[in-house]
């Protein structure tokens, strides 16, 4: 089974190098990365779920960091922007679904791909 979602060699030379969040592929584990990666990720990401007060507001909060969120089956999973890989669980990161919900109400969800998208008008 192959770990990396890419070979380094077909990286876009104008693009950013994958980071540990970003290139390896969570599969059917709860998480590809060691824990001191997963550590590092919660910490990037934690004012992003704390702060947000609505989904528009998380999903935007997320994108500047390089990030968006997707329904995996029934589980909510943190997904690295670039390259497309589902790096864990919001679960994981100690923001489950129910709680994200009940917080924030219902998300709006692109049927096609489990995708979460803002309500918000593009300006």
Known sequence: MKDYAFDLADFPANQPMPTVWSDRVRGTMETALDSESAISLACHVSSAFTNATD??????????????????????????????????????????????TERLGKPTVQAETGRLVSRRQPE
Not at 78 to 91: I, K
């Open 55 to 100: 989904w528009d507001g998380l999903i935007a909060a997320l994108d500047e960091r390089g990030f968006h969120l997707r329904f995996d089956e029934d589980r909510l999973v943190l997904v690295n922007e670039l390259t497309g890989v589902s790096l864990c669980t919001c679960a994981s990161l100690g923001h489950s679904r129910a709680v994200l």
